[in-house]
């Protein structure tokens, strides 16, 4: 794997500073692993004080945070984003497994001017890094793709219900996931029951294969 050569050509500027807060220095050591190719773009601060002697320009660019942990009690989003504006005017880049889309509007409504998740490459994390330094504001996809099948005798809602349970999305999930409560989720699966004979979640998704589900 060759990250950097799928980058555009480094930035005439100073390296972006980053610092990473309220993460183990495990997660902080591999962050900061990933950034160790692009370090001529972005790199982890320690306290400010070296940075600032080696070019004379204080302060930090990007904050990186996760305001989701586990456990969730932990800590509170809006508690976690509004301590970072004493970082200001760094901007705050949001770093988390939880990536559901009411969590990142979450998120962005606190004050996150960027949301990136967990699983990206070193490369995506260098690219959301100067996008946000830039006042750009990289997020995940907010509207997922929907489920491409129209069942046959199902409505599209219903349709989009029985894909998302043939993944295997919980009906929490899949309200979160098409912006509806769960007792919506709950009577479109009672009439795909209906319309498709079934009784059971199982029966359903075999249904679902047998009528062009490919996922």
């Known amino acids: 794997m060759n990250e950097p050569s ?4 480094p930035r005439s500027r100073r390296p972006l500073r980053v610092r990473v807060v309220d993460e183990p220095e495990l997660v902080t050591r591999g962050i900061e692993a990933m950034l160790r190719p692009y370090a001529d773009r972005a790199r982890l ?4 004080t070296h940075d600032e002697a080696n070019d004379g320009t ?23 984003l509004g301590r970072l504006a004493g970082h200001a005017p760094a901007r705050v880049l949001v770093f988390s497994w939880h990536t559901h889309p009411v969590g990142v509007r ?15 490459s070193g490369a995506e994390l260098l690219a959301a890094l100067e996008a946000v330094a830039r ?49 919506s989720v709950k009577t479109y699966i009672r009439q795909v029951y ?9 029966q359903a998704v075999a249904w679902a294969h047998r009528h062009g589900w490919l996922g």
Do not use: W
Not at 6 to 9: E, N, Y
Not at 106 to 120: E, F, S
Not at 151 to 157: A, D, N
């Open 45 to 48: 601060a320690d306290d400010g």
């Open 6 to 9: 799928a980058l555009p050509a």
């Open 58 to 80: 204080p302060g930090l660019d990007v904050v990186l945070c996760d305001p989701f942990p586990v456990p969730p009690a932990a800590r509170g989003g809006r508690d976690v």
């Open 135 to 183: 006042g750009e504001r990289p997020t995940p996809d907010l509207h997922p793709r929907r489920p491409g099948v129209d069942f046959p005798g199902l409505s599209t809602r219903e349709s989009e219900v029985l894909a998302l349970i043939c993944e295997g999305l919980s009906n929490q999930e899949v309200a979160e996931r098409l912006f509806v409560s769960v007792n």
């Open 194 to 202: 209906g319309k498709t004979g079934v009784t059971r979640r199982t």
């Open 106 to 120: 979450q998120a962005l409504d606190a004050g996150a001017h960027g949301y990136l998740g967990k699983t990206a």
